[in-house]
T-cell receptor, first 113, second 112 residues
Framework: AQTVTQSQPEMSVQEAETVTLSCTYD???????LFWYKQPPSRQMILVIR??????QNATENRFSVNFQKAAKSFSLKISDSQLGDTAMYFC??????????FGAGTRLTVKP | NAGVTQTPKFQVLKTGQSMTLQCAQD?????MYWYRQDPGMGLRLIYY???????DKGEVPNGYNVSRLNKREFSLRLESAAPSQTSVYFC???????????FGQGTRLTVV
C-alpha cells in the first residue's frame, strides 16, 4: 500500500517570509500524481498545486512551488511571500490510477503578522 | 454549480445506532471516495468506488458499508455506531487521472 509521510506536525512563519513543508511517499509505481491541499478553518479542502510524476519540471502556481525529487520520493511545498490567509492545515496526497488517493497526516501552518 | 454535496453536516448518534451519510456529485465523475479525518492522522480512506457498480476497501473499512447507487451518489453506512467512529467524514469525487479530487464540506459525526 502506498504511504504518505509529513514529518512536520506544526510550522510557523512570519508574514512575507518563505516556508517549506516536507512530504515523502512510498510507491512502486512509475506514473502517478502528487497534490498539495489546503484546509482552512472552514474545513473546505482546496487544491494548491499538482505534479505529474512523469514530468521532470517542478510545478509552480503563483507563490506556491514544489520540489519534486522522484528518485528520493520527496515532494515538498514552498510558499513564498507568506500571507495571513495561508494559515491552514496542508495535506500532501498521492494518487494512482484513478482508484486510490492517500493523504499524509498534515502540517498545521501558522503565518504570524 | 453544487459540486459535491454531503448530508448531514452535523450528527450526534448514540452507541449502537445506525445511520447513512449521503453524498452526491453533479460533475459526471466516475470515481468517488469516503474519508475520515481525525486529529494527527490526516485523511484516511474508508472506501472508494472507481465506477458505478464497483466498490473497494480503503485503509479503514471496518464498521462501515457503502453503496454506489448510481454514477452521482455514493453513500456510507454505519450499522452500529461506536465512539471510535467519532470523526469528520469527507466525500470526494474525481473525473480523470490528472485532475484533483473535489470534496464535500464534510460531516462532523459524534458518537456518545
Amino acid at each position: 500500500a502506498q504511504t504518505v509521510t509529513q514529518s512536520q506536525p506544526e510550522m510557523s512563519v512570519q508574514e512575507a517570509e518563505t516556508v517549506t513543508l516536507s512530504c515523502t511517499y512510498d510507491t512502486s509505481e512509475n506514473n502517478y500524481y502528487l497534490f498539495w491541499y489546503k484546509q482552512p478553518p472552514s474545513r473546505q479542502m482546496i487544491l494548491v498545486i499538482r505534479q505529474e510524476a512523469y514530468k521532470q519540471q517542478n510545478a509552480t502556481e503563483n507563490r506556491f512551488s514544489v520540489n519534486f525529487q522522484k528518485a528520493a520520493k520527496s515532494f515538498s511545498l514552498k510558499i513564498s511571500d507568506s500571507q495571513l490567509g495561508d494559515t491552514a492545515m496542508y495535506f500532501c496526497a498521492y494518487f494512482y490510477n484513478n482508484n486510490d488517493m492517500r493523504f499524509g497526516a498534515g502540517t498545521r501552518l501558522t503565518v504570524k503578522p | 454549480n453544487a459540486g459535491v454535496t454531503q448530508t448531514p453536516k452535523f450528527q450526534v448518534l448514540k452507541t449502537g445506532q445506525s445511520m447513512t451519510l449521503q453524498c452526491a456529485q453533479d460533475m459526471n465523475h466516475n470515481s468517488m471516495y469516503w474519508y475520515r479525518q481525525d486529529p494527527g492522522m490526516g485523511l484516511r480512506l474508508i472506501y472508494y468506488s472507481a465506477s458505478e457498480g464497483t466498490t473497494d476497501k480503503g485503509e479503514v473499512p471496518n464498521g462501515y458499508n457503502v453503496s454506489r447507487l448510481n454514477k452521482r451518489e455514493f453513500s456510507l453506512r454505519l450499522e452500529s455506531a461506536a465512539p471510535s467512529q467519532t470523526s469528520v467524514y469527507f466525500c470526494a469525487s474525481n473525473g480523470r487521472t490528472n485532475t484533483e479530487a473535489f470534496f464535500g464540506q464534510g460531516t462532523r459525526l459524534t458518537v456518545v
